[in-house]
């Protein structure tokens, strides 16, 4: 019983979703209900999909439909057959974890192999990820699971060069632009960096967002060769590379659940790094109230972790705790962080100097594990690289290497804010502030965004401004002046300065 | 901005889903992409749904599609307005669980009225069930479950009498049509059970289906009231109730990981009975290779959680372990199972014997809980109930009650199939004769199923016959035989016989 394939022009994310009439002959057969798992194939290829049994004049007689992801990796010539989906047998190392039996490198490498051909349902990969939160994962187990993911995608190599640099940021500081300084620097001073970077995902911005803004970035990966071999660096988006593919089907689940992971975050870091060819990896740990990483204990225990696996796979990770209570720089938002980043490599009067801080401290480190200087040393050497203008012509290099520099263009729309009160500024909630910017637009608007006129420890008076929404329309600008007028707090003013500031 | 309702035609179970065109403003607005959770809601309700993006060339401008579950929810008179789906605050419980926390029993009543509204994804259902499987919940939180499980649901009363029986069965065992002997001979003694039952959900037949071979069974609340006024029992199907109708959604979510979880099992069974109004609750539990429950240290486990769960809430519960090593009675598939109940209450030549006496070993242990007596007293009250015609008189009353009595047919197609050498019958395997009876076309085709000629222990010859399938049609006759013919050792024949046997 063969079926024609019909695009459904139904958007499931990576969930692979088929469509059949409730009165084909294949639904009476099997005893198939909607939610079961089937099998589909034609004479070259198979996928699980998870059957949504449709009305008989949604479809076609004798046509199946597709969900886009499926649709994408089937050749619309050739019929398919569908049948009850074969038992998954990974699945049942997945129960013994949940049951928290211990699992073996070959048990974790049957379950990360079958995610990554499709045979689990989101259903299947949030049993597997609850079953592995917390701290239920060992240090042996996140070591196999890391090794895992590593293995089922590609891998980028670089004959000749024994040292690949990379650097990765525990998330959830807005305006933390500090990876295309650090590279700048890094390789300005001789240290291969082959940066890939993702887009954002739930913040205003990712690396490659902001890169995006100033030159292309997606490179394949000759291209990428290309650029790192006569520059030393590229600063591109490492999406379509194929780097550690079953991370992106975990963190999706995982965002559903909102479920922190440590062994997780760990193996989706190491993963895509290692993959990419890393052998000296800095991670930035920044802890505040409102970052990722909430407090020193979790802190070092992320530490540990990420040191010890590293350790185990033959990389060299250093971890960096950093000051995580508010955002770094002024602009939040692609073209915005992309003008602090170039105001910083440029020396402009009015860069700013968090920004600049961080990134020098970040690049003496990864200097420190380069050149084994010492770390004074390192600072210096990356200050003066980056006074000197090196740092900036590194930059360019890169930028034309990749197919040219553009410069970033201001927001047609913008409205200061400013505050309603005389006070000191007590609190920044980096997660309203990064709210605030993606309801001007951000990242998918680039111009869009906010610039943060205040730190910590500020004081103001009433009419001051606080802060600048940018944005594309007038409308997008109105949606998020309307949240911030019920938000203010989001930057909290008190009459008296707040003791630890 | 109001969208007008359309139904989608899709079939995705009791998963909401909403489809909104990929240009719909909402979603620039919003920034919607597939697969978040959005809040639906008109003047009268809300819904929270998961968002499928389609092509704008799917659905009319202005308009938002919704699967068949969610379409019968709301009325499609009123516009509905989209937003961001709140966050659902019982699901840091979940996390807190996943993280192996107890809980409290507020906190798992925050988690089920959650689910019970619609509030929870099958991913986050998943996480739940994942969280509490194995053995990870405390009796103290298997009985919170319970309990938190009848509140959402509705929930039967029976006004002046102070004793309710019931009986379950731990299933996965083929043909084990107790339920109808046991309710008659029980009700036949002054026991009043109020039996409600459920149709198959992956077996070929469940009491409900079995009972609608001869009988209504889709009764109203008030009917069933009047059913059991007049004749001290019902055998209805308990599906539309409303009863701990939480169950069905993790039910389904179960079955799709496979999970065995002691804590669900146990909440489950549970919040039907009491939410039924039960007061005395007798549990089968079956115990055999192929059998849900495979050892007698699961079973005792097992059964401890039942008598200390039911006395927390104040039920009378009795477990008893029986022989699971094998399908019970000849019948296997509604009409057959039927057709077999029957044979034993008329105490015909051919009744299957091990059907008539478990349904006796039964019926006597409700009759020690009902009316006080020894088991070798109960027992022989109801094989006197059983062997008078009583039983029959009052099954038959029941049935007559219920909307009249219908004698089950015979399949149209009939195939015997016989042994392919002399030997020993040394195992049956409970899985693969069930569904070998499903791919008949039991549960839904009544008339299919299969007959079992054999029992284990039992000494064939060549070309005796072993099992006879029956079939609605010659397609679904000739679909069975197929997989009969790759997987004949379902009866496992051997030249010596098993030392167990």
Redesign the interface.
């Known amino acids: 019983m063969k079926l024609k394939a019909i695009r459904?022009?139904?958007?499931?994310?990576q969930?692979f979703v088929v469509?059949i009439r409730?009165d084909a002959a294949v639904v009476r057969?099997e005893?198939f209900?909607?939610?079961v798992?089937v099998m589909i194939s034609d004479e070259r290829q198979e996928a699980i999909a998870t059957l949504?049994?449709?009305?008989a004049?949604?479809l076609e007689d004798g046509c199946v439909g597709m969900s886009n992801a499926l649709w994408d990796v089937f050749d619309p010539e050739h019929d398919v057959a569908i049948s009850h989906a074969p038992v998954v047998s990974s699945?049942s190392q997945v129960?013994a974890k949940?049951?928290?039996r211990h699992l073996s490198a070959p048990e974790l490498s049957d379950i990360i192999r079958d995610i990554a051909r499709g045979y689990y349902?989101?259903?299947?990969?949030?049993?597997f990820?609850?079953?592995c939160?917390?701290?239920r994962l060992s240090l042996d187990e996140i070591t196999s699971l890391t090794s895992a993911m590593v293995n089922v995608g590609h891998r980028l190599t670089w004959p000749g060069i024994s040292h690949i640099y990379d650097k990765h940021c525990i998330g959830g500081l807005p305006g933390n632009r500090t990876t295309p300084l650090v590279v700048a620097i890094a390789s300005a001073c001789g240290l291969v960096v082959p940066k890939t970077s993702s887009r954002a995902i739930t913040s205003p911005a990712g690396t490659a967002d902001t890169m995006e803004v100033m030159t292309p970035v997606d490179l394949g990966i000759d291209d990428m060769r290309r650029v790192v071999e006569s520059t030393g660096a590229c600063l591109a988006w490492g999406g379509a590379m194929g780097l550690s593919p079953v991370d992106d089907l975990l963190i999706?689940?995982e965002r559903?659940?909102?479920?922190?992971s440590k062994g997780q975050m760990v193996a989706s870091v190491l993963s895509k790094k290692i993959a990419a060819g890393s052998t000296h990896i800095l991670i930035d740990v920044p802890v505040g109230a409102t970052a990722k990483v909430r407090n020193l204990d979790t802190a070092h225990g992320l530490m540990a972790s990420f040191e010890h696996v590293g350790n185990a796979l033959g990389v060299h990770v250093q971890c960096v705790i950093t000051d995580g209570s508010q955002p770094v720089g002024n602009g939040i938002g692609p073209s915005l962080e992309a003008r602090d980043v170039l105001a910083v490599l440029r020396g402009d009067a009015g860069a700013p100097e968090d920004l600049r801080q961080k990134s020098l401290e970040l690049a003496a480190h990864m200097l420190t594990m380069g050149l084994g200087l010492a770390y004074d040393d390192a600072w210096e050497k990356a200050r003066q690289v980056l006074d000197s203008g090196q740092a900036l012509q590194q930059f360019e290099r890169i930028c034309r290497a990749q197919g040219g520099f553009t410069e970033p263009v201001p927001a047609p729309f913008t409205r200061v804010l400013a505050a309603h009160q005389d006070g000191h500024v007590n609190a920044i909630d980096s997660r309203r502030i990064a709210r605030l910017a993606?309801l001007a637009g951000a990242p998918?608007v680039p111009v869009a965004g906010l610039d943060l006129h205040v730190k910590l420890g500020d004081r103001v008076s009433k009419d001051d401004a606080l802060l600048t929404i940018h944005a594309q329309t007038e409308?997008e600008l109105d949606?998020a002046l309307l949240y911030y007028l019920h938000n203010r707090d989001m930057i909290f003013l008190e009459d008296k300065p707040c003791p630890a500031s």
């Open positions: 459904m022009g139904i958007d499931t994310h969930e469509y409730a057969a005893g209900t909607s939610s798992r949504n049994v449709v009305d004049d949604k699945m129960r949940i049951y928290n349902s989101d259903v299947q990969i949030s049993a990820l609850s079953a939160a917390g701290s999706r689940v559903i659940l909102d479920l922190d993606k998918k409308g949606y």
